[in-house]
């Protein structure tokens, strides 16, 4: 069973910024792509970002595009996501997820049915 675990949440206000990270507890499943996406209060979970894991190729939502960076290091098997000038609207609980099928387009990767792993959240909260 592979865990995943984010960290970094909290409160900031607009135009802050914040780093999430997530450990996958496995290092050895195969994970051929890890994303973050982010569930407000009432909405539906959206997709913020992946980055497949052999290449590093990075995708991210139009919202976030400019602004967060997704990142991985192999080594800690860990992925991150930099989130600089946040804005209120970005207020969620972000939620890491790794995915275990191959696509080729990374654009793939946007859609949460392609994941097989996900984590618990983390709250992360940006005052006006």
């Known amino acids: 069973q592979v865990q995943l675990v984010e960290s970094g949440g909290g409160l900031v206000q607009a135009g802050g910024s914040l780093r999430l990270s997530c450990v996958a507890s496995?290092?050895?499943?195969?994970?051929?792509?890890m994303g973050w996406f982010r569930q407000a209060p009432g909405k539906e979970r959206e997709f913020v970002a992946t980055i497949r894991w052999s290449d590093g190729i990075t995708y991210y939502a139009d919202s976030v595009k400019g602004r967060f960076t997704i990142s991985r290091d192999n080594a800690k098997n860990t992925v991150y996501l930099q989130m600089n000038s946040l804005k209120p609207e970005d207020t969620a609980i972000y939620y890491c997820?790794?995915?275990?099928?191959?696509?080729?387009?990374?654009?793939?990767?946007?859609?949460?049915?392609?994941?097989?792993?996900w984590g618990q959240g983390t709250q992360v909260t940006v005052s006006s």
């Open positions: 496995r290092r050895t499943f195969s994970k051929y792509a």
């Open positions: 997820a790794a995915s275990s099928t191959y696509y080729r387009g990374t654009y793939y990767y946007a859609k949460d049915d392609v994941y097989d792993y």
